[in-house]
Structures are given as structure tokens and as C-alpha cells.
């Protein structure tokens, strides 16, 4: 069976902080890895996925195999950072993606 | 270029009723996804379609299912109502072999 675990609802920091969303995965493949992003009143976006190994936005996330984990990082947070994130995974079942719980940030002035 | 588009935004219906939901994949995607996001339980993935076949179901009873047109468009179907079927549901389109998916802005469905 393939999960997601984001263990934090709720992250607030402030303008320029840096922030850290947690990410943990259980999945006996090779799995896919991807963190999405809902800004308010906006739909579902792809933000960043693991093999692309790509910088969006500021953020960057590293698939870590041996702690089953794919964190995303931004070293300074801006207001329109802003949003509900939402990790998640594709194994081999059929490019199916299971999503975390999601979490909310909230940047503050 | 068109995004997946879904219809209506708003439904409400009566517990045992059914609901038929709409989703437009974005063009060429042959690829359509059903999620289900009810409150406190987050995004659960329902059925996903391709090339006109169920491909995987999520751990739903029979009476959600759907289908897929030749166009690649789609329908959800929830028969028999119940309040808990009250929920955003998000649908998504594909490339078949490319797992990026497109999200639409998602159908609210109410029982009441």
C-alpha cells in the first residue's frame, strides 16, 4: 500500500523566514514524488516533482530514500508563498497519486 | 490553451438521488483522474480512466463509478446518495505515460 504522511496542518512564519514543509512516504517501489500547491481560490498545481530536481518558486525538495522522505524547502518565505500544500506519490498502480493530508501555510508580514 | 474544465461548479441533491458530475481533459491528454476531497479526510483518489477504460478504482463502493467518451471526456456517477458524499470533486487529466496531472476547479457536490 502506498501513504503520505504531512505531519504539520498548520505552518506560520514570517515574511523572510525560512520554511520547512514535512513530507514521509510509505511505498515498497520506486516511487514518484510530487508537491502540489493550492493557492486561494485557484485549482490544483503541479509545484515541483522529484526527478525534475528543479527549483520553482524558491522551493526545493530532495527525495530522501533511506528516511522515506521528500521535504520542501524555501530559505525565505514570501507573503504569496501563501497557500495549501499538498504532497503525494505515484508508485506503480496505475499513475494513480495519493496525497498527504495537506498543509496550510500562512506567511505573515 | 484550455485547462480541464468540469460542470456544474455547484450541486446539491437529496440523500438517495444521484449525481452526475462532467469533466473535460485537457486536449490531447487521454488520461482522467476522480478525486474525492471531503472535509478533514483530504484528497482520495477515486477512479482513473484511459483510453475509454477504468484503468484503477480508490477504495470506494460500486455506487460511484463513471465512464470515459470517445472524446476522452468524462462523467462521474454517484448513485443512492448519502450525506457524506458531500464533497469537492476534483478531476484530472494526464498524458497517458506522463504522471504530471492537470487539475480542474472541481464540482461541490452537497446532500442534503
Known amino acids: 500500500a502506498q501513504r503520505v504522511t504531512q505531519p504539520e496542518k498548520l505552518l506560520s512564519v514570517f515574511k523572510g523566514a525560512p520554511v520547512e514543509l514535512k513530507c514521509n512516504y510509505s511505498?515498497?517501489?520506486?516511487?514518484?514524488l510530487f508537491w502540489y500547491v493550492q493557492y486561494s481560490r485557484q485549482r490544483l498545481q503541479l509545484l515541483l516533482r522529484?526527478?525534475s530536481r528543479e527549483s520553482i518558486k524558491g522551493f526545493t525538495a530532495d527525495l530522501n530514500k533511506g528516511e522515506t522522505s521528500f521535504h520542501l524547502k524555501k530559505p525565505f518565505a514570501q507573503e504569496e508563498d501563501s497557500a495549501m500544500y499538498y504532497c503525494?506519490?505515484?508508485?506503480?498502480?496505475?499513475?494513480?497519486?495519493?496525497f498527504g493530508g495537506g498543509t496550510r501555510v500562512l506567511v505573515k508580514p | 490553451e484550455a485547462g480541464v474544465t468540469q460542470s456544474p461548479t455547484h450541486l446539491i441533491k437529496t440523500r438517495g438521488q444521484q449525481a452526475t458530475l462532467r469533466c473535460s481533459p485537457i486536449?490531447?491528454?487521454?488520461?482522467v483522474y476522480w478525486y474525492q476531497q471531503a472535509l478533514g479526510l483530504g484528497l482520495q483518489f477515486l477512479l482513473w480512466?484511459?483510453?475509454?477504460?477504468?484503468?484503477n478504482r480508490g477504495n470506494f463502493p460500486p455506487r460511484f463509478s463513471g465512464r470515459q467518451f470517445p472524446n476522452y471526456s468524462s462523467e462521474l456517477n454517484v448513485n443512492a446518495l448519502e450525506l457524506e458524499d458531500s464533497a469537492l470533486y476534483l478531476c484530472?487529466?494526464?498524458?497517458?505515460?506522463?504522471?504530471?496531472?492537470?487539475f480542474g476547479q472541481g464540482t461541490r457536490l452537497t446532500v442534503v
Open positions: 503525494a506519490l505515484s508508485g506503480a498502480a496505475g499513475n494513480k497519486l495519493t
Open positions: 486536449s490531447g491528454h487521454t488520461s
Open positions: 511505498y515498497s517501489g520506486s516511487p514518484e
Open positions: 480512466y484511459d483510453e475509454g477504460e477504468e484503468r
Open positions: 484530472a487529466s494526464s498524458l497517458m505515460r506522463d504522471t504530471e496531472a492537470f
Open positions: 522529484h526527478i
